[in-house]
T-cell receptor, first 111, second 112 residues
């Protein structure tokens, strides 16, 4: 069945350093969504990418959808303590439209 | 203010007991979902419903049951058959197609 893996599982950075999480699907995706879950909270939608090779930016966050629509990345420039949380990708399978959440990357930022 | 409301926030289950988690939404969304999240883990789909009076099993449906009698409501029952129910349960809803999912605040279930 479809699997969506994220690496790394954990990342600890010093405030001001950059951070990147990678998302890889075993199947081709029709779109990919990114969510952020703060400690003790629930996932909150960040962005959706639909087109092959698409790049979107939200302030210090840059999201990219791979050319083959099987992978994606989230890059945070100059991390802040408010960026702490777990970042999940969620990919919609191209054939079934079923949304599968990735395993998540937990980000810790030290001041 | 539109959103998804889950209750209770914390729930304790005794051995052999069934418990029901509530999920209500006023977003007029057709599709609703139940996920289970274990500490440090991702989200695993338990059940989902795309329309009233219809629902489908997700990846880990054993030991759980749901109903969808109203568009706004999608309660989840954790039955005594679920031997390891301790987890964080999240309910979500979405509109037509692959629109983003809106999540409730979750229910933390523990065994007494």
């Amino acid at each position: 069945g479809q699997q969506v893996m994220q690496i790394p599982q954990y990342q600890h950075v010093q405030e001001g350093e950059d951070f990147t999480t990678y998302c890889n699907s075993s199947t081709t995706l029709s779109n990919i969504q990114w969510y952020k879950q703060r400690p003790g909270g629930h996932p909150v939608f960040l962005i959706q990418l639909v087109k092959s090779g698409e790049v979107k930016k939200q302030k210090r966050l840059t999201f990219q959808f791979g050319e083959a629509k099987k992978n994606s990345s989230l890059h945070i420039t100059a991390t802040q303590t408010t960026d702490v949380g777990t970042y999940f990708c969620a990919g919609a399978d191209y054939n079934t439209d079923k949304l599968i959440f990735g395993t998540g990357t937990r980000l810790q930022v030290f001041p | 203010d539109g959103g998804i409301t889950q209750s209770p926030k914390y729930l304790f289950r005794k051995e052999g007991q069934n418990v029901t988690l509530s999920c209500e939404q006023n977003l007029n969304h057709d599709a609703m979902y139940w996920y289970r999240q274990d500490p440090g883990q991702g989200l695993r789909l338990i059940y989902y419903s795309q329309i009233v009076n219809d629902f489908q099993k997700g990846d880990i449906a054993e030991g759980y049951s749901v109903s969808r009698e109203k568009k706004e409501s999608f309660p989840l029952t954790v039955t005594s058959a679920q031997k390891n129910p301790t987890a964080f349960y999240l309910c979500a809803s979405t509109g037509w197609g692959n629109q983003p999912q809106h999540f409730g605040d979750g229910t933390r279930l523990s065994i007494l």
